[in-house]
């Protein structure tokens, strides 16, 4: 979806590395989210943010930390990434006015810790 | 060594076939679910969503049916093109804590 971006779209990089994800998207929506997921898995949250001055942890936050800089960007960081957290990154979006709040997703950043 | 990891349900179906995929969720108090489909090295695409309060809901080519007594939600695909080849999520909303509780997928083959 073009109106949810992510970079980057794939990074490799090794142990101990501090890395950041980025996101950003110009639907308007209040609300952002950040996922993993796993080959053959579902995806798993791992933070969320209701508003700018609202931040959430996820079924799975341990190794990471995220920060809204605005309305519109939501970055996630592994602040010493391990091997365990190579894995298909996404991040979502979605609206409270929306009475449904159907997130809605970017394309995903793929990262490998070496 | 071997590895291990789960396997995604899968179902092949010939194109221009029906297909039925199957989802079976948890949290009887959820009043609001959707169906997603992947495509390989995209995100989850939003198709077809359905209210607690609904039994049937159809858009274009899909179908999706709720079964509040057995917890199971089904998406039917009509006329299935080869572009219709993904994995397809569901996923259930309490809205009150609008947290999102997708299921495992299932990967549909679609056979020229």
């Known amino acids: 979806d073009a109106d949810v971006t992510q970079t980057p779209r794939n990074r490799i990089t090794k142990t101990g590395k501090r890395i950041m994800l980025e996101c950003s998207q110009t639907k308007g929506h209040d609300r952002m989210y950040w996922y993993r997921q796993d080959p053959g898995l579902g995806l798993r949250l791992i933070y969320y943010s209701f508003d700018v001055k609202d931040i959430n942890k996820g079924e799975i936050s341990d190794g990471y930390s995220v920060s809204r800089q605005a309305q519109a960007k939501f970055s996630l960081s592994l602040e010493s990434a391990i091997p365990n957290q190579t894995a298909l990154y996404f991040c979502?979006?979605?609206?409270?006015?929306?009475?449904?709040?159907?997130?809605?997703f970017g394309p995903g950043t793929r990262l490998t810790v070496l | 060594g071997e590895s291990v990891g789960l396997h995604l349900p899968t179902l092949s179906v010939q194109e221009g076939d029906n297909s039925i995929i199957n989802c079976a969720y948890s949290n009887s108090a959820s009043d609001y679910f959707i169906w997603y489909k992947q495509e390989s090295g995209k995100g989850p695409q939003f198709i077809i969503d359905i209210r607690s309060n609904m039994d049937k809901r159809q858009g274009q080519r899909v179908t999706v049916l709720l079964n509040k007594t057995v917890k199971h939600l089904s998406l039917q695909i009509a006329a299935t093109q080869p572009g219709d080849s993904a994995v397809y999520f569901c996923?259930?909303?309490?809205?009150?804590?609008?947290?999102?509780?997708f299921g495992e997928g299932t990967q549909l083959t679609v056979n020229p």
């Open positions: 979502a979006t979605s609206d409270l006015s929306e009475s449904t709040d159907t997130q809605y």
């Open positions: 996923a259930e909303i309490y809205t009150s804590g609008s947290r999102l509780t």
